[in-house]
C-alpha cells in the first residue's frame, strides 16, 4: 500500500502524482500495523482523577515556544517552510531534555548524521553525551535503539521523510511510553505536509514561520504566538 503524504489517499502502487492533490511525488510505501495501537487501561473515577496530580518538565526558556509538557507520554509536532528553524529548535528542545531527563534519541531522517547536523550542533553548543542521533528508517529498529538507550524522548526530524504514520506514533506512545518530537515540511499554502491525523495525534502543535511562531493546539496549556528567532 502506498499513501500520499500531502493528502493522505492511498493507492496499491506508487503513483508519479497524487490524482487528489495533484502533487508529485508525494506517494510512499506504509506498512499497516499488525495489531491495534489502543491497549486497555483502567477505569477511574472523575473524582480520583481530580485528585491526580499532573507533574510537569522543566523547560525553562523553551517554555516559551512548547508551553508546559507533562512528564507522562506526549507528543509534538512541528510544522513549517524550509529555513524557518525547526531543526533548530527541535535540538534545543532535545539537548534540554537529555541533561534534565535522561537518554535522547534524535532521529535526523532528513540530515542524517553529516556535516550539516555537526555545524548546527557546534553553532548551538550542544555536547550532551545522552543525546543520541541517528538515521533509522524502519519503526522496529527505531524501537529497539531507543528501548536498549532508555530513552524516554524520540525525535523526528523530519517525518515527512519517512513512511510513518499516525497510528505508528499513537502506538509508541501508548505502547513504548515514548514522547515525541517531530517536524514536518508545510506547503507552499502553509499547511502542514501530510494527512491531517499527524497533527491530530498531536498533544502539542506548533507553527513556525519566518520570525514567527505559533501555538495552534496545546492539550496542556494555553495557545500562543510570539516571535522567533532560529
Known amino acids: 500500500m502506498f499513501t500520499c503524504q500531502s493528502c493522505g489517499a492511498r493507492a496499491d502502487d506508487r503513483l508519479g502524482a ?13 506498512v499497516a500495523a499488525p495489531h491495534s495501537y489502543l491497549r486497555d487501561t483502567a477505569i477511574l473515577t472523575a473524582a480520583d482523577l481530580w ?18 509538557l507533562p512528564i507522562d507520554p506526549c507528543g509534538v509536532a512541528i510544522y513549517g517552510p524550509p529555513g524557518a528553524g525547526k531543526s533548530t529548535l527541535m535540538l534545543r528542545l532535545a539537548d534540554k531534555l537529555s541533561r534534565e531527563v535522561g537518554p535522547v534519541l534524535y532521529n535526523a531522517l532528513e540530515e542524517g548524521t553529516g556535516s550539516s547536523v555537526t555545524d548546527k550542533l557546534r553553532r548551538l553548543e550542544i555536547r550532551s553525551p545522552s543525546l543520541h542521533i541517528g538515521c533509522l528508517a524502519e519503526l522496529p529498529v527505531v524501537i529497539e ?24 506514533l499513537a ?10 518530537v517531530y517536524s514536518l515540511h508545510a506547503t507552499k499554502a502553509g499547511l502542514a505536509r501530510g494527512p491531517t491525523s499527524l ?32
Open 51 to 68: 485528585r491526580r496530580t499532573t507533574k510537569y518538565l522543566e523547560l525553562g526558556e523553551l517554555e516559551e515556544f512548547f508551553g508546559r
Open 145 to 168: 535503539h531507543a528501548s536498549s538507550l532508555g530513552a524516554r524522548w524520540l525525535f523526528f526530524d523530519s517525518l515527512t521523510q519517512s513512511s510513518f504514520t499516525a497510528e505508528d
Open 199 to 230: 497533527l491530530h495525534v498531536a498533544d502539542v502543535v506548533l507553527r513556525l514561520e519566518a520570525g514567527r511562531f505559533a501555538i495552534e493546539k496545546h492539550r496542556f496549556a494555553a495557545t500562543k504566538e510570539g516571535v522567533f528567532q532560529c
Open 18 to 30: 497524487c490524482p487528489r492533490c495533484l502533487e508529485f511525488g508525494s506517494f510512499v510505501r506504509t
Open 171 to 180: 502506538r509508541l506512545m501508548r505502547e513504548t511510553s515514548l514522547s515525541l
